[in-house]
Structure formats: structure tokens, C-alpha cells
């Protein structure tokens, strides 16, 4: 059912070099990211995290998800490799563009943008028309249409930026910007989350509502909040936001009745997931209060990048979080398929066999410490809190790719080191 490691692997290793591009960016853009938002130079580092992390590691991890959940494989396997070559194209080719060449490779990196995320729809539509699979799969099914509608604006904006159609006031930018990190990136994390949560805590809620009622309000809360920015309408605008936000507190009541009818302890993903959240709820207040508070249009400038950089912290979070899940059990698959059944020391292989405990703590810690940096340097409009934290990100993001993808590195003997093929072959 569930494609060969190489293609989420692939993705999420993609994933891995956009958030050590984007922390190393960060730091260096940092004075334009406060004195100019929407600089160019600025609207690439926000691609090298939007798009370049968390979107390519969003659709790695669906590309290994979405058939388990709906009990049936991709359509195409050859599809999903040349999916994971063009996102990483497009990824690349946008913010590079943004940054140096602002028609051209943008146009480009837009359409192979456009034509990546086609395929992955059409690819996922299999898993996700099946019948089984419940609220995850619904929430999968709009969030990948919202990942259609995001680059849909996207690609017109950026032949917009071309041609010069219409005035890219800030209010339309944000639609597109809304649509994407709460309509495709969010509800897909919450979607997502409905099943992970309980089965990694094996908790039996009595009803999980909660989980319900967060995907129905993030989703339909996203098309109201993105056609108020859309159109400039504030009531929309606010309605829409107050329904996503309603969704966001449904969602953190599904993650507290998931940890209140635990049988299993929490772990070091869900100091993650608790980190994560923080960052949801101070994107909802900063957007909030930038929305809504009379202040001057530099203040109100300083607050919107604040809540997508939030927004961002929320996400990357809890990508990390559930990557020290994800990849130790694909590799784990991996390695047992090959014959690799123990552990260096003779003891059975486990999960927690193919990372080092004490590098994903310091991830989270500097992750957590140094977003925070971002988001607070960003509000205040203090560029040097955020160079030192976008260092620190990018640091992070480096520790986790080392940390995850040296696992194996962790159980194979050592002198397969050299040549993994014949030790495994001897194995098998
Ligand atoms: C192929 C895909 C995409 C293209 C072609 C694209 C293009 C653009 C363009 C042209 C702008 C506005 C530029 C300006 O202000 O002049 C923009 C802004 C933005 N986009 Fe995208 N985008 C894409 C995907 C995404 C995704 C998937 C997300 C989020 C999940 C996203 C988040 C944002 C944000 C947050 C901004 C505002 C940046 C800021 O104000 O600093 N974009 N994008």
C-alpha cells in the first residue's frame, strides 16, 4: 500500500535542506525582513520556508499518510518521483528568482510550481476518493484543493508582478498568504493529526468531536477569512478569522483529550506538539491585534510578519516533532526488510534505536528558544533578534537532518559502513 521509502524520503529530505536555507536566509535578510516586508529579497525567504520546507515535507509525509489512511495506493509511483524533482525545481527556482531574477525565474519556478502540485493531486486523488478513513481523509481532500487554489494565486500574482494586471496591494497578498498556511498547510496538519494523535498515544476518546469540528472551521473559516482579504471586506474578514481561530481552539481540545485518555506516556513528540501550539495561539493574537488595533501602518507591518512567522514556528514545529516519528519508522521498515533485526548492542531494533534522544532535544530547544527569537524580533522590529535566531533555526534544521538521517548509520554494523549492500545481503 504504501509507496517505497525513496519517495517520501525524498520529499522530506528535500524538505530538510529548504529549513536550513531558510534559518541561513533569515539571519541574513533580517534587516530587510523588518525594514521591508515585502522586499523581494524578503518574499524568498518566506518561500524557503513556505514552500521549500514546509510544503515539500507536508507532501512527503501525505505521500506516505494518505494511503494508509484511505487503505490504497497512489496512483502512480513513477508520478510521485517526478512530482518530488519538479517541486524541488519550483522551490528553488521561486525565491532565487524573487531574489535575483524578478521576471523570468519566477514566471518559471510559478508554472514547474504549478505543474508539481498538479501531479501530487492527481497522485494523492487516489487515496483520498477512497470511502474509508473518515475525518482525516475529508480534511486531506480540501486541503489539497487549497493547496490548488494557493498556487493558483500565486502563479497569477507572479505574472501579475509581469504584466502589471492589477495593483499586488498587500490585502490581496495576504489571501493568497492566509489560504495557504491555514487552507492547505494547517487543515492538513490538523486533518493529519486525527489520526497520529490517538494511535501514538493509543488514546480512546469517548467522542472526538473536537477533531471534527476543527477541520469543518479551519476549512470553511479559510474561504470566508481568504475572500475578506481578497475584496478588502473587514467583516468578512473578521468572521473568517473568527472561525478559524474557533477551529484552532477545537483543534487544541482534540490534542488535550488525546493526551487526557492516553494509555501510553507522553514523549518527547509531544513537548513538540505543546511548543507548537503556543506558537498557533500568539499567531492568532498578533493577527488579531493587527487586524483589529488602531496602529500605524509600520506597527501593523511589524505584526503580520510576526504572525506568519509564527505560523510557520506552529507548522515547523510540529513537521520536526512527527518527523522523529515519521522517518524512524519508515527506516525501521527498511532495515528489517533487509534482515537488520537488533540493535548494535544485541538488543531488538527499536524506533528509538535510530536517533540520537539527546540532538532531538537540543532541536527542540533551539528550535523552540530561536523561533521564538524570530517571531518576538519581528513584532518589535528588532533586526538582530531574528538574524541570531534564523542562524539558530537553520542550525536546528541541520541537527534534525543529521540526527535522522544518520539512523541507520546508528544499528548497521559497523563495517557495513564502507558498503552497506554486502553486510545487508549477508543478512537477508
Ligand atoms: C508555486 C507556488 C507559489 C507562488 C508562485 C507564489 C507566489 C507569490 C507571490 C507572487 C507573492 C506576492 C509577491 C508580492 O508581494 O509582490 C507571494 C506572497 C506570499 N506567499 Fe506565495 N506563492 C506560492 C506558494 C505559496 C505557498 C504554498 C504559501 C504558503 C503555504 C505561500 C505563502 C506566501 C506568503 C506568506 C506571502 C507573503 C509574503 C510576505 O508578505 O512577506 N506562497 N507568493
Redesign the pocket.
Known amino acids: 500500500m504504501v509507496p517505497p521509502a525513496s519517495v517520501p524520503l525524498g520529499f522530506l529530505l528535500a524538505g530538510a535542506v529548504g529549513l536550513v536555507a531558510f534559518g541561513a536566509c533569515l539571519a541574513f535578510g533580517a534587516t530587510l525582513a523588518v525594514r521591508s ?2 522586499s523581494p529579497d ?2 524568498a525567504v ?2 524557503l520556508g ?2 521549500a520546507f ?2 515539500t515535507a507536508v507532501l512527503g509525509a501525505l505521500h506516505q499518510f494518505a494511503p494508509v489512511v484511505g487503505v490504497r495506493a497512489l496512483r502512480s509511483i513513477p508520478v510521485a518521483r517526478i512530482t518530488v524533482v519538479t517541486l524541488v525545481i ?1 522551490v528553488w527556482a ?1 525565491p532565487i528568482g524573487f531574489a535575483y531574477f524578478p521576471t523570468t525565474l519566477v514566471v518559471v ?2 508554472l514547474v ?2 505543474v508539481a502540485v498538479c501531479l501530487a493531486a492527481w497522485n494523492l486523488s487516489g487515496p483520498l476518493s477512497s470511502r474509508e478513513g473518515g475525518i482525516p481523509v475529508v480534511g486531506l481532500r480540501l486541503s489539497v484543493l487549497y ?1 490548488l487554489v ?2 493558483t494565486f ?2 497569477v ?2 505574472l501579475d ?1 509581469h504584466y502589471g494586471w492589477f495593483p ?1 496591494i498587500e490585502h490581496r ?1 495576504l489571501a ?2 492566509h489560504v ?2 491555514f487552507g ?2 494547517g487543515l492538513t496538519y490538523i486533518s493529519v493529526a486525527e489520526k497520529l494523535w490517538p494511535m501514538f498515544l493509543l488514546a480512546h476518546r469517548p467522542k472526538a468531536r473536537s477533531g471534527a469540528w476543527a477541520v469543518g472551521l479551519v476549512a470553511a473559516g479559510t474561504a470566508v477569512l481568504g475572500t475578506g482579504l481578497l475584496f478588502a471586506w473587514p467583516v468578512v474578514t473578521g468572521a473568517g478569522g473568527a472561525v478559524v481561530a474557533a477551529g484552532i481552539g477545537a483543534h487544541l481540545t482534540s490534542l488535550a483529550g488525546a493526551v487526557k485518555h492516553r494509555r501510553r506516556p507522553l514523549e518527547l513528540l509531544h513537548v513538540f506538539l505543546f511548543v507548537s501550539a503556543a506558537f498557533v495561539v500568539v499567531a492568532l493574537v498578533l493577527g488579531a491585534v493587527g487586524g483589529l488595533a488602531p496602529v500605524s501602518t509600520t506597527v501593523r507591518m511589524h505584526l503580520v ?1 510576526a504572525e ?1 512567522a509564527a505560523l510557520i514556528a506552529w507548522l515547523g514545529l510540529a513537521v520536526i516533532g512527527h518527523c522523529h516519528k515519521i522517518v524512524p519508522f519508515i527506516t525501521f521498515n527498511r532495515l528489517r526488510e533487509r534482515g537488520i533485526q537488533t540493535n548494535r548492542s544485541g538488543g531488538p531494533l527499536l524506533f528509538g534505536d535510530l536517533f540520537d534522544h539527546t540532538v532531538a532535544v537540543a532541536t527542540l530547544v533551539i528550535g523552540a528558544t530561536r523561533f521564538a527569537l524570530v517571531v518576538a524580533g519581528l513584532a518589535a522590529g528588532f533586526a538582530a533578534a531574528v538574524a541570531a535566531g534564523g542562524a539558530a533555526v537553520g542550525i536546528a534544521g541541520l541537527a534534525v537532518t543529521l540526527n535522522l538521517g544518520l539512523g541507520p548509520r546508528r544499528v548497521l554494523p559497523k563495517a557495513a559502513h564502507q558498503d552497506p549492500e554486502p553486510e545487508l545481503a549477508r543478512t537477508t
Open positions: 516586508p515585502r524578503v518574499l518566506t518561500h513556505v514552500l514546509l510544503t519550483a521561486l519556478g510559478g510550481g504549478a493547496l494557493t498556487v500565486g502563479v500574482y507572479v508582478r499586488l497578498v493568497h498568504a495557504g498556511l492547505w498547510l510578519s506568519i
